[in-house]
């Protein structure tokens, strides 16, 4: 009697344990199922993404990108034979390169403009350091007269863009919103003080000491040629 009933309790908790297992597996495979269900949706949300372009380059900044690498490619090269930087082709096209940037985008465009800056920096010592001593002061008159034109033009510019939204507001100057930003001939006077600090110590990562030291010695001329002629600093950084 006692060996039966001791069967029939190990028979009841056989079927117990059984029971469990295969709630638990059912519970395990339904889980998995859950998982696989939530990989294919997270896939097909990454395909979706990618073809509508959110980790693609927009065309705007690719097209920005391959302006910038054309302006490197001439600028470098000019600068071995001399050539002011302002004198490439296309240089001028810029600065209205960078007024056309949409907002969304003028964060990634800074980037590649940056790039352009660098390179056009670079461009204006060694042309200016490739000329024969004797040449250097003549080009540096030019380069200042130029640079004071684009600024007065930019300048105008701006005034006239400042009246017509003075007139399309009916002559009200505090409807008009502000001017435009930027400063002129592509110089880097904008941007917050955290970002210009970025992008000078950006700068000097990526020279030399003997860029550097070019670089202090080229903006030493311009500025000792600009109180000769009777002009105010330079603006740029």
């Given at each position: 009697?006692?060996?039966?009933?001791?069967?029939?309790?190990?028979?009841?908790?056989?079927?117990?344990?059984?029971?469990?297992?295969?709630?638990?597996?059912?519970?395990?495979?339904?889980?998995?199922?859950?998982?696989?269900?939530?990989?294919?949706?997270?896939?097909?949300?990454?395909?979706?993404?990618?073809?509508?372009?959110?980790?693609?380059?927009?065309?705007e900044i690719a097209e920005i990108?391959?302006?910038?690498?054309?302006?490197?490619?001439?600028?470098?090269?000019?600068?071995?034979?001399?050539?002011?930087?302002?004198?490439?082709?296309?240089?001028?096209?810029?600065?209205?390169?960078?007024?056309?940037?949409?907002?969304?985008?003028?964060?990634?465009?800074?980037?590649?403009?940056?790039?352009?800056?660098?390179?056009?920096?670079?461009?204006?010592?060694?042309?200016?350091?490739?000329?024969?001593?004797?040449?250097?002061?003549?080009?540096?008159?030019?380069?200042?007269?130029?640079?004071?034109?684009?600024?007065?033009?930019?300048?105008?510019?701006?005034?006239?863009?400042?009246?017509?939204?003075?007139?399309?507001?009916?002559?009200?100057?505090?409807?008009?919103?502000?001017?435009?930003?930027?400063?002129?001939?592509?110089?880097?006077?904008?941007?917050?003080?955290?970002?210009r600090n970025l992008w000078g110590?950006?700068?000097?990562?990526?020279?030399?000491?003997?860029?550097?030291?070019?670089?202090?010695?080229?903006?030493?001329?311009?500025?000792?040629?600009?109180?000769?002629?009777?002009?105010?600093?330079?603006?740029?950084?």
């Open positions: 009697m006692a060996t039966a009933s001791m069967a029939n309790r190990r028979q009841a908790l056989a079927a117990l344990a059984a029971e469990r297992g295969g709630s638990q597996g059912a519970t395990g495979r339904l889980w998995k199922r859950v998982a696989l269900a939530v990989a294919i949706l997270a896939l097909l949300a990454f395909v979706a993404m990618w073809l509508l372009g959110f980790f693609s380059t927009p065309r990108r391959r302006l910038v690498d054309e302006q490197v490619v001439q600028l470098e090269t000019a600068a071995r034979t001399g050539t002011p930087p302002d004198q490439v082709a296309g240089y001028q096209n810029m600065r209205d390169t960078m007024r056309a940037v949409p907002r969304q985008y003028r964060e990634q465009a800074g980037r590649e403009f940056g790039r352009f800056f660098a390179a056009r920096d670079q461009a204006e010592m060694d042309s200016y350091f490739a000329l024969p001593p004797e040449r250097r002061q003549a080009e540096l008159d030019r380069r200042i007269k130029a640079d004071e034109d684009r600024r007065k033009a930019w300048e105008s510019e701006r005034a006239r863009r400042e009246q017509q939204r003075r007139d399309a507001a009916g002559g009200n100057a505090n409807a008009s919103g502000p001017g435009p930003t930027g400063t002129p001939s592509g110089r880097r006077g904008g941007g917050t003080e955290e970002s110590k950006r700068q000097i990562d990526r020279t030399t000491p003997e860029q550097r030291a070019q670089k202090a010695e080229y903006r030493r001329a311009v500025e000792e040629r600009r109180i000769q002629l009777g002009l105010g600093p330079s603006r740029r950084s």
